[in-house]
């Protein structure tokens, strides 16, 4: 009996070296209504900013034997960030209590972003009033 041995990429949300990660978990995956994109919640290290807050990324969906890299679109230390789809080409990045937001795209490719931050509007209009 012989053993046919196929290299073939291996498409997978993360890849395991020995004990190291190479690509981070998603806590959160959410696909757009045709199907052609990814966009996904990430936790974040200490060597990152903001330090362990949290990153939504997006990527075109990968598909059996393909995979792409992730473009981070918005990172802040929020309590549950949320990625909402409200059409193909139109997501809503929802998160309650953003601090120390370090990156915030407006789009990526043929996607426009858009954000509900939560507190940051009536805190900013508090200050305002003062």
Do not use: H
Request: charged share 20%.
């Amino acid at each position: 009996m012989g053993l046919l041995l196929l290299n073939l990429p291996i498409a997978a949300t993360y890849v395991v070296v020995g004990s190291m990660l190479l690509e981070k978990t998603e806590t959160q995956a959410v696909v757009s209504p045709s199907g052609r994109y990814l966009a996904e919640v990430i936790n974040l290290d200490a060597t990152e900013k903001p330090p362990y807050g949290q990153a939504v990324t997006l990527r075109p969906k990968p598909g059996p034997f393909q995979t792409y890299a992730r473009t981070i679109v918005f990172s802040s230390n929020c309590l549950d960030p949320v990625p909402l789809w409200k059409a193909e080409g139109q997501l809503v990045i929802a998160c309650r209590e953003a601090r120390g937001i370090e990156m915030r795209q407006t789009s990526y490719r043929d996607v426009k972003i858009t954000y509900a931050l939560g507190d940051i509007a009536s805190r900013n209009a508090q200050r305002i009033s003062k």
